[in-house]
């Protein structure tokens, strides 16, 4: 089945791997090298080859910050001659502190180019920065605060008819939650999150709250 973006016949296949140049007693020091091409079955206008250069921290699941950090540069180059394309800086963070055994604090940020539903603008760059902070009340119960601001800014295809050329989206979020542990592993939640997205273009607009529960399972063996 095709979805929107012809994701469904997307083949992505990286041409080199990672290279891990040293270890260090508490982290992992990587620089990782790749060359890609994306193919698209479905919506070949999508179709591109980039280079990603990065160099990459991994701590250990023993040392006090928990997770890893890539700081990189891609070179993004559609096949399609419309289509724009995109050099500069790439990130992906995801790092966890925990204080004491009782509170927890984790830092989640992303950079990096990302495909677009829409034919005349068909990819965007993404940037995003989110954070979150546990507190354990009393026994299994605990409290979650959370926000995130995040930015899309998008590349138009040449001769394309759009609203407003080249656009920025900016999104924010913030909520909260209790939870509940059963046992080590699982977590039963309660949250409540205010999402919004602001554009230029009506459609793309939107804000309200989003509630629901959640259930989260951990295999791992690390807090």
Known sequence: MRDRLGLAGLLSQPLAGDF???????????????????????DRLRNSDSVNVSGALRFDPSALIKGGAAIGYRDFKPLSPDLPSYRGST????LTYILLGMSRFTFVANRDVQ????INQPYYL????????????????DVVVRGGVGRLEYRDRAGAVVAVSNRVDRIE???????????????????????????????????????????????????
């Open 20 to 42: 891990l140049l040293d270890e260090l007693p508490l982290h992992d020091l990587d620089r990782p090298s790749a060359l890609r091409q994306d193919r698209f079955e479905f």
């Open 115 to 118: 495909y677009s539903y829409d």
């Open 91 to 94: 990130m992906a963070v995801d």
């Open 173 to 223: 979020s913030y909520g909260g939650g209790i939870g509940y542990h059963v046992g080590r592993d699982m977590r039963i939640g309660v949250n409540l999150d205010h999402n919004r997205r602001d554009s230029q273009v009506e459609l793309r607009q939107y804000q309200g709250w989003l509630y629901g529960v959640s259930v989260t399972y951990s295999t791992g063996s690390g807090s």
């Open 126 to 141: 993404q940037t995003s920065l989110n954070g979150s902070v546990s507190q354990q009340i009393f026994g299994p119960v």
